[in-house]
C-alpha cells in the first residue's frame, strides 16, 4: 500500500495530465503505472522525474534492452522490489531472453561477492587501473 | 593497504600458482592484479572465486563488453572503488566508448533516483508487472 | 511476521513493562507498537534501545518535526518498509504536511542519484570542502 | 583521481558553459567544483543533473538549510564520501550549527540502528502505521 | 512471487536433478527449497553457486553454528528477507540459541550505528589500526 | 580527515574526561582512538554511543571474538573502511587466526552473492522458514 495517495487520471490536474498523455504517447501504452500515479503527489517531482527517465533511457550509445538490463541489475543491488518487478517486465519486452536474464543474475551476484571481498580486503589500487581522468 | 599480505607469485605454493597461471592465461595478460594477491592469502576462496568468476565472464547469450558494463553498475551501486577501477578499465578494454560510459552513469544514477522513490512511496505492485514464475 | 514472539505487556516482566510505561509516557500515548514487542525478546536490547532512541529524538537544536523527517529520510536510503511506515505516520504527527514529505522524497532522490554520479567518477575533493577538523 | 577527465572552464562548449555559467550565477560563487566538472564529460547528464539539482535544492515547503542537513544525512546512510564533504561545507554555510551537526549524525545512527533491528527481527506492521494511499 | 518459474524435482533435467539430489544428501533432507528452484532456471548458476555455498559452509576453522550466524548477520545487513529467514532458521538448526540471537541482533545494530558515525565523521585511521598486509 | 574537530584528552571537559577513561579502564589501554575523539564533538552522543557498545561487546551468550567477527562481518557489509581496520585490529587481538579471517571472508562474501539471487528472483518463502514469532 503507498504512503499517498495514487492520482487517477481522470482526478489529475491538467498539469499532471499532460505528463500521462506524453508516458502513454512516448511508450505507446494505454494506461500508467502506479510508480506514476504516486509521484503525481508531488506534480514538480512527477514532470521532473518521467522527463528525466525518458530522455535517459531513450536508445543511444547504448540500445534500450542494454539499459533495461542495466536499470535492473542495479535495481537488484539496491534491493527494490517494484522497480525489479516493473524492469524485468520491461527488459523482457525489450527482447530479454531468460538466458540473458541468468547471465544477467549470475554477474550481479558475482559482483557483489567480489566487491565484499574488495572491501574487506581492501587490495592496493594497481598501478594499471589508475583512473584516466587524474 | 590491504588487511591480509599480498601473495606474490613467486612466495605462492604450487595451488595457488596454478591458479595464477590460469588467470594469465585466460586473460592473455602478464601480471595478477592485486585483488587476486590478497584472495591468496585464503587458497580455497582464491580458487572457487576465480573458476567462478572467470565462467560468468566468459561471452554467452550475453558478449563480454555487456557483462563488463553489468559488473561495473553493480560495483558503483555497490560503491567499490577498486572494483569501479578495475571494471571501469576492463570495460573500456572490451571496448566501452566513453559516450556508452556516459549514458551507462546516467542509467545508474536515474535507477538510484527512482529506486528511492518507488521504496519511499511504496506503489502497490502493478498487475501488470506480477511475477511469471508464481 | 515477526522472526520472535512479541511480548505482550500483560505477559512481560517487571523489567519490560517499565519500559512500555516510559514508552507510553513520553509518547503520551496508550499502546506499544510492534517494534518494540519484538525488541522486548532480548530485554537489555529493549531497554538500551529505547532509552537511546528517546533521547535522541527529544528536542535540542533540532525541533522533533525536523527529526522525524531525518529519520524518515534515511530509513529510506536504507529501504526499512516497517521503519518508513512508523516513521512517515510520525513524522505527519508532528507537522509535516504533504508538501514537506514532497520535498522531503524528492531531496532524498536526488542525493541518490548524485551519490552515485560521485560514487562512480569520483571527482576530486575540492580544496573548498576539505573537512574542518584536520 | 576521476575517471573521466574532468571539463575546465576554458576548454568547456558552449553548452557545458552556459550550464557552468548558471551554477556561478544561482550559487552566487566564482568556482565549479569537480563533481560538475566530471558529469561535463558527458554534457546532456551535466544540464539535466544539474537544473534538476537546482529546482529541488530551492526554498520551498523546506528551507534550504534542512534540505541541506537531508541532502546529508542520505549521504552519509550512502556513504558517499565527496557528498558528504560537499554537502557538510553547503549546511553548515546554509547555517548548521556544530550542535545541530551532532544532533543530525545522532538521528542518522539511532535510525541506521533501529532500521537493522526492524529488518532483522521483521514485526508486523501496526495497523496504526498503516499508510494513509491505499 | 517469484521472477522466473521454479523447477520442480520431477520436472528437473538430470544436470539439475543432480544438484538436488547432493542438496539432499549434504544435508540430509528430502525436501529443495525455492531458493535453490528458482537459481535451477538456469543451471550453470544453480550448480555453481551450491557447490560454493555447500563448501564455504563446511566446519573448518570456523564451526557450522557461527557460520551460520555470520550468515544471518550479513543477510540483515543486506536487507534480504527470504535469506534472513532461511539462515534463521538454520541457525537456530545449528544450535543458536534465543539468548545467542538477541546478542547478534544486538552487535548488528551496533555496528549499524558505528558505522554511520565512522562514514559521517570520517576519522583518519588510527596508525595503531593499520592494515597488516602493506 | 574528519569533518569535526577531534577533541584530545587534555583538552577534554570532565564529563568527555570521564568517558575516555572509562575507555582505557574497560579495554586495559592507554590511548583513545580517533572514532572516540569525533565523537567527543558531541558529548551526549559521544556517553550515549560508548555505553551501548561497551554493554554490547561483553562477553554473554557469546564470547567476544565471535562478537568481534560479527561486527567486522557488517562492516565489511556496509562498506566501512575505518570500522573494518579497527575491529579487524581487535578480532585478531581477540584471537582470530588467518584461517578464520579467510572463512569469515568468504561466508561475507557467499552471503553477498546469494542474498541478490533471492533479491532478484525472489523466491518465495518456503512454509519451512516461515517466522516463529508470529
Known amino acids: 500500500m503507498p504512503h499517498v495517495k ?33 509521484l503525481a503527489s508531488h506534480p514538480p517531482t512527477l514532470k521532473r522525474t518521467w522527463e528525466a527517465l525518458r530522455d535517459v533511457m531513450r536508445p543511444g550509445a547504448l540500445d534500450v534492452k542494454t539499459k533495461e538490463m542495466l536499470f535492473l541489475a542495479v535495481s537488484v543491488a539496491n534491493n527494490c522490489e517494484y522497480c525489479i518487478a516493473s524492469h524485468m517486465a520491461s527488459a523482457r519486452a525489450h527482447g530479454m531472453s531468460e538466458a540473458e536474464l541468468g547471465e544477467l543474475m549470475a554477474v550481479i551476484s558475482m559482483a557483489a561477492q567480489t566487491n565484499r571481498f574488495a572491501q574487506g580486503y581492501q587490495p592496493a589500487l594497481d598501478p594499471q587501473f589508475k583512473p584516466k581522468g587524474g
Open 6 to 38: 495514487p492520482v487517477e487520471y481522470d482526478d489529475a490536474s491538467p498539469e499532471v495530465k499532460a505528463v500521462y498523455d506524453d508516458i502513454k504517447a512516448s511508450r505507446k501504452i494505454s494506461w500508467i503505472n502506479n510508480f506514476w500515479k504516486t
